[in-house]
């Protein structure tokens, strides 16, 4: 004869219940939310949702709440879904009446991490705008003001960008073009001068004026040829564009200094 | 936006180049008058930096200044004699 168990039933249950064991050989109702009688329930989870609330029977269209792990990461995972033509709905985490959406909806709830440096930054995590990180050095003992937006942004608070130090340059003894945040600027160029009385345009203009170029010889070695002298040089006629170079040489025919071509200068110009 | 080579109209062609803007660069608040303003395609404006000074601006064209002709050495002069004290 088969084995025949016996077993006893505690109390009334409700239709739709868990049962649980109350001892050997008796059972009883496993109990609601607010009464509650079963104390463990274990699941051996290799899929998304091993453990699902549905808010409807699953014979139409439906959403689930799922626990269980991720297997294409293999990281634990709650996760939502609509199914069968539901629409999605989202999720929102509530701790003592207080609902927080997640992901944050952008009304300033945010994630951050588990701990942070006093004073540091915060930085986005990721794309959801939701979560931060820690972003590293900014400690300001005091006041970060703003007073000279960046330059060329045209927003007069607006800090500076990178791209306000420009540079442009064509290597040794090439131009060199340098500008700072705030529109100070500096170039160099080394070039030939044609009569000794010329005008030499700054390969890039300035925005508003040139204060000052200082001019020199950029062929010293020459001084040590045929007319071993030095050339005096001369800057004049300032502009935004270009600038006057007078370049003299002392010629020993002449005794005197004239005003020489074909001669090797280079310069440093500052303006805004 | 456009890049310049700046030459003054008013005097007679050929004209030197006396300014090289870049409007994509920078914001000029005070870029000369279009009269004096030659918009240039990128090969013009990256071949300037042969030499920004020698240019010229000819009916609407930007042409390089032929190079200079040699120097005359100049005149022998005679020195005179310091007067004898």
């Known amino acids: 004869m088969p084995y025949q168990p016996q077993v006893e039933q505690s109390g009334s249950v409700t239709p739709g219940h868990v049962a649980a064991w109350t001892t050997d050989g008796v059972i009883q109702d496993g109990g609601t939310p607010s009464a509650p009688f079963l104390t463990t329930l274990g699941l051996q989870s290799n899929s998304l949702v091993s453990f699902g609330i549905a808010n409807a029977p699953v014979t139409g269209a439906y959403n689930q709440l799922g626990l269980g792990f991720d297997p294409a990461t293999g ?35 945010v994630v951050g991490p588990g701990s942070s440096t006093d004073g540091d930054v915060a930085l986005f995590n990721g794309a959801t705008g939701a979560l931060l990180k820690d972003g590293g050095n900014a400690r300001v003992a005091g006041a970060l003001s703003i007073l000279i937006g ?13 791209s306000d130090f420009a540079r442009q340059n064509s290597g040794n003894e090439g131009w060199q073009y340098f500008r700072d945040p705030n529109g100070n600027i500096i170039q160099s160029y080394k070039g030939t001068n044609t009569t000794g009385a010329d ?44 600038f006057g170079l007078y370049a003299a040489k002392f010629n020993n025919i002449a005794t005197g200094f004239i005003l020489t071509g074909s ?9 805004y | ?35 004096d303003l030659l918009a240039l ?10 030499d920004p000074s020698a240019w010229l601006h000819k009916g609407g064209a930007l042409l390089p200044r032929p190079p200079p002709a040699p120097a005359v050495a100049p005149a022998k002069v005679t020195i005179p004699k310091s007067p004898v004290g």
């Open chain 2, 1 to 35: 936006m456009v890049k310049y080579a700046r030459f003054d109209h008013t005097k007679p062609e050929p004209q030197p180049v006396i300014g090289w803007y870049d409007t994509d660069f920078h914001n000029y608040p005070n870029l000369p008058p279009a009269a």
């Open chain 2, 41 to 50: 395609t990128d090969a013009q404006w990256d071949a300037r930096m042969s």
């Open chain 1, 263 to 271: 001669l090797i200068f280079r310069y440093i110009a500052i303006g």
């Open chain 1, 150 to 162: 960046a330059f060329g942004s045209g927003n007069s608070t607006q800090a500076v960008n990178l």
């Open chain 1, 199 to 242: 005008t030499i345009a700054f390969p890039l203009a300035f925005p508003n004026a040139c204060s000052q170029v200082i001019a020199m010889d950029a062929d010293p070695t020459a001084w040590a040829s045929m007319e071993p002298q030095p050339v005096v040089y001369g800057v004049e006629n300032i502009s935004a564009s270009s």
């Open chain 1, 75 to 109: 990281n634990a995972a709650l996760s939502v879904a609509g199914y069968d033509g539901a629409a999605n709905v989202g999720f929102v985490v509530i701790i003592n009446g207080v609902t927080y959406a997640f992901p944050g909806a952008g009304g300033g709830d």
